[in-house]
């Protein structure tokens, strides 16, 4: 534990001293930010928290992507084989990847909420504890995904690869760019085998609906079971070495760290309230947000059947041609 | 009670028997043994492949032996844990730290992770590195960073210190700056494991070496002791004003071997003085001139020569 503490604390300092780690980390979701806040609710104050919940949720699920490229490029300069003449163990030197991480994506997370309240005039800030409670698991289940991509690749380029693809599955799969309920039904469906949903709903739903913790408990437990495999089965995985190479049964391994995503996703398609959740926070926000913007948005329901989102009424109808 | 008990005989602190390992169907490690005493500085010399930085890094605990028993400061590396590694220092071969940490910073951290520790302050003191205590890793240059490698691998007063290669790589004034700290960690009786394929740095640093190849050990022993061993040969090394041919200067009288590289010709002896009368002749009735003659006593790589037929940086 200490040394996961001192490794944590001389981590975050190398991580505010890298300009890369800066862009990515701060300034990048802060653009995020404004972008989906100043084009897409052009000072509508309805739609602040559902945007926020979006750039909560990119500003969390980047935490992968840091924290694979950092420790693979550890090993890959002989970083790690330092620390493994040194007491230090594998689970302290993940742990404090974890860590420092969660430290570091903090502040961002809270000048985003200060930035959506202060600037942006969102009306409150939704139930704070079961965001904090989200932020928190979100944060460490990302990373823990971060260690487990970290752990199946042998080289950067690598890393980026998987990182690239994920990244793309987490943007536009889950409701994070584009809202869940006005995709293609498939994609909805595809949406609940993956993390990054249950992070953008629960965030919506904290935001939007004001729910507590106890009600985003499926979210909660789904993202807290991927983080205890992903972290077990890293530790497992761990490699100090630049030379040694992945074995095959490693990635059998990796795999299991989406088993609990694969039985939510099948209970949730089953009997499950993510989707329906998901358009009842859409809906709500467009219905409070439309009729001044003047958009028209069409939410999928859960049987297929396109349903146009705005209002019926010719008065209100503002899209002319 | 056992026999070193008994007869008060010392317990090598490093103890090595046996020791093979395996790369697929690469074998770098054929039934290697020796042992190293307390406050002994011993040398595994060797070109490069030979099997020296496996063999450290199995008794560093970095690598499991596929045969054979190791044992440091009476612990497994492989099953001693974190006991194990309270008790070693390590200069590794590719290594390194992160580029934006401070040198201070390094020190400290290291420092923390062991239950005995020294004060690092004076660490920094002692490696010159005072000055660079804020500098960034990036910033170092090669000598610093090996001198801080060194102090790091210092921190926690280690019993045993495994240097492997520490000197590869560098210039030659910055290796006489790390032989200056290796003699002075000698003089306060350290127990180092050094490996090395620069027969100065055996030869200057080591109480004993055990010269590897090809995952065997070949010889082992002081370095006068083994310098005995080729003590029927000189090395003569001589430059001429036109090149010759090895093979004759090889059918010269007393020469057992000869071998040119960029110009110098290296010879060995079995009896120097015809050897160098043959060669004024032959070199008259060619019309050829010496630039440059030495006679040297023989030297580990003339140990390392006759005992494979090949120069250790072949």
Known sequence: MRHAWTLTKVRMRLAMRNRAFIFFSLVLPLLFLFLFLGLFVRGNVAGVPYMLASVLALTIMGSFWGLSMQLVTFREQGILRRFRVTPVGAGAMLASSIASNYLLTLPTVFIEFFVARRLFHMRDWGNLWGVFVLVTLGIITFASIGLIIASVTNTAQETQVINQLLWLAFLFFSGATIPLPVLPVWIQQFALFMPATYLVVGLERVLIGHVGAFAIRAELLSLAVCACIAFLVSQQLFRWEPESKVPRSAKLWAASAIIPFLLLGVWETTYGHVRSTATTDFMDTVEQVVPRTGGRLRAVPQNGAPEDTAPQDPGVESNPK | ?314
């Open chain 2, 1 to 314: 009670m056992c026999y070193r008990c008994l007869f008060n005989v010392s317990v090598p602190i490093i103890d090595v028997h046996n020791l093979t390992k395996s790369y697929g169907a690469v074998q770098a490690i054929r039934g290697v043994s020796f042992s190293v005493e307390e406050g002994e500085v011993f040398g595994l010399l060797g070109p490069n492949g030979a099997g020296k930085t496996s063999t450290v890094e199995i008794l560093e605990g970095l690598r499991p032996p596929d045969g054979g028993t190791v044992s440091v400061c009476g612990l497994d590396p492989q099953s001693s844990g974190n006991t194990f590694k309270q008790e070693i220092g390590a200069v590794l071969q590719s290594t390194a730290l992160p580029d934006k940490i401070r040198v201070g910073e390094a020190l400290a951290m290291f420092a923390s992770f062991y239950t005995r520790r020294r004060e690092t302050n004076g660490l920094l003191d002692r490696f010159g590195l005072t000055d660079k205590r804020n500098a960034f890793y990036s910033q170092l240059s090669g000598g610093q960073k090996q001198r801080l490698a060194l102090a790091m691998s210092l921190v926690n007063e280690p019993r045993v210190l495994f240097l492997d290669e520490p000197t590869a790589g560098l210039d030659p004034q910055v290796r006489r700056e790390i032989y200056d700290i290796i003699e002075e960690l000698k003089r306060e009786k350290k127990t180092i494991l050094l490996t090395t394929h620069y027969i100065e740095e055996a030869e200057r640093l080591c109480d004993r070496v055990a010269i590897v190849d090809q995952g065997q050990v070949i010889a082992y022993g002081t370095p006068r002791d083994l310098k005995q061993r080729a003590a029927g040969t000189s090395r003569i090394e001589l430059r001429l004003l036109r090149p010759e041919s090895e093979d004759t200067l090889r059918a010269l009288e007393g020469v057992a071997d000869c071998r040119t590289t960029d110009g110098l010709y290296l010879m060995h002896s079995t009896r120097v003085p015809q050897t160098i009368v043959s060669l004024v002749k032959y070199l008259e009735t060619q019309g050829n001139e010496l630039s440059s003659l030495e006679i040297t006593a023989p030297s580990l790589e003339d140990v390392f020569l006759e005992l494979t037929g090949r120069r250790l940086r072949d």
